[in-house]
């Protein structure tokens, strides 16, 4: 029996959360978000988390070793259900996916890899990270979105439609620093590609509304 690991590449602010929400909603996928992870880790104190809030205030990296240990026991838990799988931000470089492959190969061959590729302009991803609000519940972390037009925003004032926390913009996201993010991003994005480019990579247009862009790539998973 096999089992699909969609591995979503994209810049910030094209929607790669927005898009796992829905498949995760919709059809029972699930998603591995790395980021998430290491945030529920630090949230909850655990022996990883305290580890990896110390790299982070020391301003290192934290390294693909733990990241690796994370995934591959995130990863030990999926194979026991049929449900595919989505990777949200990992591998986050070509060590990361070497690293992947090389594991999916030794321990988990059930797994069949897709390659999602999230396209958008550098300028509407800039715009969209900018105006985006978090969820400050760790358990949550809704993304919503401060333009008002874009019918992703809040319902209530600057409150969660899901639990009802405050939202709040996260620290890393203004202007600048966003294009320095997207900046490094676009440097590995094509080593990426080419790493896993002996792997399916369907592309989805994700400059438009997040429901057109569902029901294309819901399309297009059946069509391949
Ligand atoms: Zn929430």
Redesign the pocket.
Known sequence: MTKQAYIFIGPPGSGKGSLSKLCTFNMGWQQLSTGNLCRKHISEQTSIGKEIDFIIRSGKLISDDIVGNMVDQWLAESMQSDFSLILDGFPRNVMQAHNLLKMINEKYRALKIKVVRFVISDEIAIDRICNRYI???H????VYSGDTLSGLGPKNGLL??????P?GKRGDDDRETVKNRLKVYRAFEQDMLTCLSQHECIEVNVERPLKEVFETFRVSIKEV
């Open positions: 969820c400050q519940n358990e949550c972390q809704s969660c439609d899901h639990c009802s926390f939202l």
